[in-house]
T-cell receptor, first 108, second 116 residues
């Protein structure tokens, strides 16, 4: 079983839609959690950190449930520019493990 | 990606050939990671350095893969006797001291390896 598992996708949504991605992790010793974004043929870049209390950055909301070892990302009012692959990332303290990614396409 | 340079950007190798991929982070990038990303997949962890020490190499898929960072700066990933399944983008990433708290890994643009 992979350490970090994500919804396989792809997600194809119209502009303005709300879309949610889920991720589970297997190692209960994991310490911190992140969402990265990767555009086609580009390197991954940090989108946002994920905190137990939940955190929001504009249209993006991230949530962590340590008891269920579950992370989520919600995108509201999706834009064409949100089309990308979203990677769930788990840090065990000295290394970062990535999920396989969920591809999102936002259509006009 | 914030000063992480990788070379070559593209490499075509014949099966059985040895290749060397280079990662040059900027000064101060204490921790350095190598990932392998196959088409349509997320980055798969290969190995991790803290300065010159290779702290985790559990992700290296076989003994044909070898990584080093002898002076704690530039790192080289070497693949011996390449196979077609080695075809992927090899990503180098780094963070500076305290980066583990922010989670912000800076990636290079990757080296795309194609094995024929």
């Amino acid at each position: 079983r992979k350490e970090v598992e994500q919804d396989p996708g792809p997600f194809n949504v119209p502009e303005g839609a709300t879309v949610a991605f889920n991720c589970t992790y297997s190692n209960s010793a994991s310490q911190s959690f992140f969402w990265y974004r990767q555009d086609c043929r580009k390197e991954p870049k940090l989108l946002m950190s994920v905190y137990s209390s939940g955190n929001e950055d504009g249209r993006f909301t991230a949530q962590l449930n340590r008891a269920s070892q579950y992370i989520s990302l919600l995108i509201r009012d999706s834009k064409l520019s949100d089309s990308a692959t979203y990677l769930c990332v788990v840090n065990k303290g000295d290394d970062m493990r990535f999920g396989a990614g969920t591809r999102l396409t936002v259509k006009p | 990606g914030a000063g992480v340079s990788q070379s070559p950007r593209y490499k075509v190798a014949k099966r059985g050939q040895d290749v060397a991929l280079r990662c040059d982070p900027i000064s101060g990038h204490v921790s350095l990671f190598w990932y392998q990303q196959a088409l349509g997949q997320g980055p798969e962890f290969l190995t991790y350095f803290q300065n010159e020490a290779q702290l985790d190499k559990s992700g290296l898929p076989s003994d044909r893969f070898f990584a080093e960072r002898p002076e704690g700066s530039v790192s080289t990933l070497k693949i011996q006797r390449t196979q077609q399944e080695d075809s992927a983008v090899y990503l180098c990433a780094a963070w500076s001291l305290g980066g583990a708290n922010t989670g912000e890994l800076f990636f290079g643009e990757g080296s795309r390896l194609t094995v024929l």
